[in-house]
C-alpha cells in the first residue's frame, strides 16, 4: 500500500503560510475601507486571493471560469 504523502505545511513551509496569511489580512484592512458594502468588499478580497493563487490555464479564456 503507497502511503499518501503529508499535505500539512511545517516548521518553515507553515511559518510562511501564516506570515503570507497575516500580510493577505492587513492588506485586505486597507484595502477595505474603500468598499462601502460588504458584498463589494467580500468579492474584491476572494479576487485578491484567487490571482494569488496558482491556476494552472491552458489561454486567457480560462481565466474567469477559475475565478
Do not use: H
Not at 16 to 43: H, I, M, P, V
Request: net charge positive; with cysteine.
Amino acid at each position: 500500500m503507497q502511503e499518501s504523502p503529508n499535505v500539512f505545511p511545517s516548521g518553515a513551509a507553515l511559518e510562511t503560510l501564516c506570515l503570507w496569511s497575516d500580510n493577505l489580512k492587513s492588506f485586505q484592512q486597507r484595502l477595505g475601507k474603500y468598499y462601502a458594502r460588504s458584498e463589494a468588499r467580500l468579492a474584491a478580497f476572494d479576487y485578491i486571493q484567487a490571482l494569488l493563487c496558482p491556476v494552472e490555464r491552458k489561454n486567457g479564456s480560462a481565466d474567469g471560469r477559475n475565478l
